[in-house]
């Protein structure tokens, strides 16, 4: 979701004379024609059960099909690891722009085999970090337009509490967090997810989860919301406190809208120093943020968040430049428009 709602985000900022069309290995795909976009899903290597090699031939074949068809000025790629058809298929359309949407934050020393590839690409778009201060990762010096954070949404585009709360069906007056961890059995102590849980019914506070997959096993499911939205960042003003991964889209969300959060970085990723990002946002007293949840750490926190979360929170104003996507969709947009003169 994460690549899909940056570009989302672009194009939905681009000029009327900019016609975007999605091409994405993302099964969420069509959430893009929901913004009135044009898209094709392309299946994965793990999709498809292909060879590396014969998968990289047919995403090749299928990008210059798609490119033959509607002749595009401008091929935005947004990822952190251009696929090999890439490569191919940029060299056989020379007269195209082609633009890398190239987050930063990776973990320190991996993939500069992969930031050699910006020498496939006419321009690289950074999108920017509130956590910019704590990268360690290759990009860090590498050449690129920086721009702002990049979220889908600003501020005046979010329902009212009233609104959101009525929207998701929940309670009108009770305190309620929302819980984005992935998926988990909720009564399991022992796991990031359960010992949230546990931590807010402790302190009375209403559960929503975002992941409908979560491990019922046994105990306790009638106090637990599961919510569903996209984007569910409009709903925000419905949640009293949020407790995150901190992925680029909910890190750069929760904060630009003010949401109390406790942050528990995926410690799995690859190449996303999430650790990095919660440790940044907990240091200039944002956020507060656990490596390793236990109800025991969770709960004083959490307690923290209701009282003074607001206040805290409300500082990331200072450090925010603004919606990075505007500035990308004018660039993206220029670089259309010379592409059709």
Known sequence: MGHLTR???????????????FFSLSQAAPVVGRFGHPYEYVPSASATGLEPARWH???????????????PSVVVFDGT???????????A???????????????AGMNRDQLAKSSWFDLVIEPG????????????????????????????????????????????SAPLA????????INDTSGDLGAVVAALRELGVEVCVTQPEIATGQGRLDDVHVVRDFPLSRRYRAFDLAVSATGYNSFHELLRFGVPTLFVP????????????????????????????????????????LERGEPMVKHVADAD???GAVEAARILTGLAVEGQD
């Open 57 to 71: 031939a047919y995403f090749a074949a299928r990008l210059s099909a798609t490119i033959e068809r509607i002749h």
């Open 266 to 305: 995926n410690r799995s990723t690859a190449l996303d120093d999430q650790e990095g990002r919660s440790r940044y946002a907990a240091a200039q007293g944002w956020a507060h943020a656990l490596e390793v949840v236990t109800v025991d750490q969770a709960t004083p926190l959490l307690a923290d968040l």
């Open 321 to 323: 430049p603004g919606n």
């Open 178 to 185: 929302l819980v984005s961890l992935g998926a988990g059995n």
């Open 7 to 21: 570009l989302l985000a672009y194009a939905q900022r681009c000029a009327p004379a900019v016609e975007p069309h």
């Open 93 to 107: 359309y020379p007269g195209i722009g082609w633009v890398w949407s190239r987050r930063g934050m990776w973990r």
């Open 129 to 172: 970090e509130f956590a910019a201060p704590a990268d360690q990762g290759v990009t860090a010096q590498a050449e690129a337009t920086r721009v702002g954070p990049v979220t889908l949404l600003d501020r005046d585009d979010l329902d009212t509490r009233a609104e959101a709360r009525a929207f998701l069906g929940l309670d009108p």
């Open 81 to 91: 690891w251009p696929y090999e058809g890439l490569g191919l298929v940029r060299r």
